[in-house]
């Protein structure tokens, strides 16, 4: 049985100082963490669209016009991408030991 071939890319940018084997297994635990948080690898496409729109549709509003019940789904699916990646972050950091300054995860689809 084949695997399939995830319908995204990782890609670690801004790490000074890694072997490519430490870059590697660090993409690796964001993306089984992230793919964790949103419900699996087919999910992790469609939840960041979804929370680059509802990011996009609520930027035009007022504080108290995005606090509001109109925009709870919104809400939500902002909070799920957003927990979502920054646990994702921490699991792939945290093994590393050492403070990574600007390290960051590039989603490419």
Avoid at 28 to 48: C, I
Avoid at 56 to 63: D, I, K, N, V
Wanted: with cysteine.
């Amino acid at each position: 049985m084949s695997e399939k071939i995830p319908p995204y890319t990782v890609k670690m940018v801004n790490a000074t100082g890694l072997s490519a084997a430490e870059r590697s297994a660090a993409e690796l635990r964001f993306r089984m963490a992230l793919e964790f948080g949103v419900g699996g690898r087919d999910a992790v496409v469609p939840t960041l669209q979804a929370c680059m729109l509802a990011r996009s549709l609520m930027a035009h509003l007022s504080a108290q016009e995005a606090a509001s019940d109109d925009h709870a789904a919104e809400r939500e699916v902002i909070a799920l991408w957003e927990n979502a990646e920054d646990k994702a972050i921490l699991t792939a950091l945290k093994p590393l030991s050492r403070d990574m300054g600007d390290a960051q995860f590039e989603i490419n689809t």
